[in-house]
């Protein structure tokens, strides 16, 4: 999952279990929708990027560049986890916020792309119930 600063879910996606999570970063940050903006042209892309040290990849951090986005990776065995935990904890609100929705929280779908729907659903309903405040 792709949030904004304060939680909007912009990107979700699924895997298997026996799957990294940093083999999906690339479909996630291309899945990031044009975001309108009242000031100059649509944004389609983060200007960085805050991950933890499960993405730390070289492949990972050159594609990100060559997008243009700035990576801000912790890296394996040199920083420390705490420094990320400012903006960690934003995701994992997130994430609390969707296994609110029952059928979410335990996976009663067999196919992934059923999931996934109901997923982008309790997504969707995030934003509204944030946006509406």
């Known amino acids: 999952m792709i949030t904004e600063r304060t ?3 912009l990107s979700i996606g699924i895997s298997a279990a026996n799957t990294h999570d940093s083999q999906g970063l690339e479909s996630l940050v291309r ?4 975001i309108r903006s009242r ?3 649509r944004r389609r892309r983060p200007a960085k990027l805050h991950a933890d040290k499960g993405y730390d990849y070289d492949h990972l951090r050159k594609w990100l560049r060559g997008r243009n986005i700035i990576p801000r990776i912790a890296r394996k065995g040199i920083e420390s986890s705490q420094r990320l935990g400012r903006h960690r904890w934003t995701v994992e609100r997130t994430v609390a916020w969707l296994s609110c929705c029952r059928r979410l929280h335990r996976r009663y779908e067999r196919k992934a792309d059923h999931f996934l729907a109901f997923a982008g ?3 969707t309903l995030i ?3 944030r946006l509406a405040r």
């Open 121 to 123: 659903i309790a997504a």
């Open 127 to 129: 934003c509204y119930r």
């Open 31 to 34: 899945g990031i929708p044009p």
């Open 7 to 9: 939680g909007l879910p």
């Open 39 to 41: 000031r100059g042209p």
